[in-house]
C-alpha cells in the first residue's frame, strides 16, 4: 500500500506504481471508440501517461488542457489521458474544450489498470484516484514518474517533459 493525501488526509491506494527505469507491463484501455486498445498499439513512440480519476475534476480537467498545449510540441510522442470515466464523458470534454493533441482512454473495462497503475483507492471500493504522470520511452521503460502526493495538486508538467528530452 502507498498513501497519498486527499485534503490533507491519508488515502491508502493499492498497487505498484512505476518508477524510473521500470518496464511498464501491458495494459488494455477502452479508447473514445468503444475499442480496446493496448500498450502495443503505440510501438515505437515516446507516451505520456496521465492518470487521472475523472475528466469532471478540475485538477483533472486542467492537468488534460496543459498537456494538450504541449502535445503538438512533441515529436515522436502521444500523451494518454487516462480515466475512470466512460468514453462519452472524455469526447465530451475534449470536444467542448477543443482538445485535440491528447488521447483520452479508458480503465472502465479494465479495472485491472488502477491496481498496475497504483491508482486504486483502497477504502472507496476501487475507486480510481489521481496518481499522476507515467513517461514511457519508446521501449516502454519508465524514464519518469510521478506520483502526486496530494490529490488535488497538478503534477510537475516540466519535470514530466523534461523527461523525453533527457
Not at 71 to 89: C, E, G, H, M, R
Amino acid at each position: 500500500m502507498q498513501t497519498v493525501t486527499r485534503g490533507g488526509e491519508p488515502v491508502e491506494v493499492s498497487g505498484r506504481f512505476l518508477e524510473k527505469g521500470d518496464k511498464a507491463p501491458p495494459f488494455t484501455l477502452t479508447d473514445a471508440e468503444l475499442k480496446d486498445v493496448q500498450l502495443d498499439d503505440y510501438a515505437g513512440k515516446r507516451k505520456v501517461l496521465n492518470i487521472i480519476p475523472s475528466i469532471d475534476t478540475k485538477t483533472c480537467a486542467m492537468s488534460a488542457r496543459k498537456f494538450n498545449e504541449r502535445a503538438s510540441q512533441l515529436d515522436n510522442t502521444v500523451v494518454l489521458v487516462v480515466s475512470a470515466d466512460l468514453p462519452f464523458a472524455q469526447v465530451r470534454f475534449c470536444g467542448a474544450e477543443g482538445l485535440d493533441d491528447v488521447s483520452t482512454l479508458s480503465c472502465f473495462r479494465h479495472p485491472e489498470f488502477r491496481q498496475l497503475s497504483a491508482c486504486r483507492w483502497t477504502a472507496a471500493h476501487g475507486r480510481a484516484v489521481r496518481a499522476g504522470v507515467v513517461v514511457l520511452d519508446e521501449e516502454d521503460r519508465v524514464v519518469h514518474a510521478e506520483l502526486v502526493g496530494e490529490i488535488k495538486h497538478e503534477p510537475d508538467y516540466d519535470a514530466a517533459i523534461a523527461a523525453l528530452d533527457a
